[in-house]
């Protein structure tokens, strides 16, 4: 019978970003954002789920039989970290992995403005949004800029991860790393007490409702560099988001909170390389100006667009500029960089003053 390991090892081998386990199909990994076939055999229910089962210690076992879900981070020494979704489907066991590397990459490697990212990284207070669509490496780019301060800055860093995924060590910084379901009872739980432990930059994580985002708020809002991410496509969408959760009474107060806290929002996508080989970061910046944190506190977020787009001097650029510029080295397609626009028109445009 085919082991966890051997399919791993495949997934590791090929290049591939996660693994998917299910019976009635071949094991699946997804390579530069496809999904291609192992070379194993089908999969029938009870293979699965022995092969599923072997990364399981009884107490999750236990909690995925009473729950049917279960979220969860392990690691195999010379292969690497993997989070992993446990989960049934038409009555079946069944699990998606995704690696989690055991390097760091810098801001560089991963082709962030490095600059302006740095200097995000270098403040002190505020909230910084990472958004995307999953899959977009979201959880990539808050590693390397934990990894940034992590070098360059002397400070208590908490993050509160459900599950753990890159493992941080200690560098010019102490790094907590909080585990919900092991070092936590609850997500809630963790946010709510973060203050008592003495922190300077927190990263909370997945802001996915009311709770979490007026927690995220309030401990940008009382001096501490505060990290979240968002399953947002856009700042416009990113900020639309973090308001429209809160009942309508609230949300002008939440306006004029956000209009204070917010510092950068980093909105990115991973686009299939010219040469097939992987796949490149594109990413949108808004940086809070006066300009811009007036706009939110006025109920304007629509009109943060132009803000960006006029904004190129001091490290803001759109999506489309962002795609633009990879064109324009010949990282990606015309073709590519086109499917990946929200504003196909005025990509076109932008396509035509570069020509």
């Known amino acids: ?12 081998e090929r290049g591939g970003s996660d693994l998917h386990i299910s019976a009635g199909s071949a094991p699946m990994i997804r390579i530069n954002g496809r999904l291609v076939a192992t070379d194993c055999e089908m999969l029938d229910s009870e293979t699965a789920k022995k092969i599923v089962f072997s990364i399981l210690d009884n107490e999750q076992i236990r909690q995925f039989e009473k729950e049917q879900e279960l979220d969860m981070g392990f690691g195999i020494s010379g292969l690497g970290r993997f989070r992993t979704n446990v989960m049934y489907q038409r009555g079946s066991v069944a699990a998606v992995l995704r690696v989690i590397p ?16 740095e200097q995000i990284c270098m403040k002190h207070s505020g909230l910084v949004l990472v958004t ?40 010019n910084c102490l790094v907590t790393q909080r585990e919900v379901g092991t070092d936590t009872g609850a997500f809630v739980n963790a946010l709510r007490r973060v203050l008592r432990q003495d922190p300077d930059v927190i990263m909370v994580g997945e802001l996915r409702d009311l709770e979490s985002i007026s927690a995220a708020l309030t401990i940008a809002e009382t001096g501490h560099l505060t990290f979240g991410t968002l399953h947002t496509i856009d700042a416009v969408q990113s ?28 909105c ?35 009109q943060l667009s132009s803000i960006i787009q ?17 064109y324009r080295l010949r990282k990606i397609t015309y073709e590519e960089a086109i499917s990946r626009s929200t504003d196909v028109e005025e990509l076109k445009r932008v396509f035509q003053r570069q020509s």
């Open 1 to 12: 019978m085919v082991t966890l390991e051997d399919l791993v090892q495949q997934l590791v």
């Open 102 to 117: 055991d390097a760091i990459p810098t801001l560089e490697a991963l082709g962030l403005p490095g600059d302006i990212v």
């Open 132 to 171: 995307g669509a999953t899959g977009s490496g979201k959880s990539t780019t808050l590693a390397a800029m934990l990894d940034y301060i992590n070098n360059n800055r002397n400070d208590h860093i908490v993050t509160i991860e459900d599950p753990l995924e890159f493992v941080h060590r200690n560098k």
């Open 239 to 266: 900020i639309n988001r973090l308001i429209d959760v809160f009942p309508s009474h609230q949300q002008q107060q939440v306006r004029t909170q956000l209009s204070f806290t917010l510092e950068a929002t980093i």
């Open 268 to 302: 990115q996508q991973l686009v299939t390389r010219a040469d097939g080989r992987g796949r490149a970061l594109c990413a949108e910046v808004l940086l809070a100006t006066p300009a811009v944190r007036a706009l939110i506190r006025d109920d304007k977020a629509h």
């Open 310 to 326: 006029t904004g190129g001097k001091i490290g803001m650029r759109t999506m489309n500029q962002s795609l633009s510029e990879l």
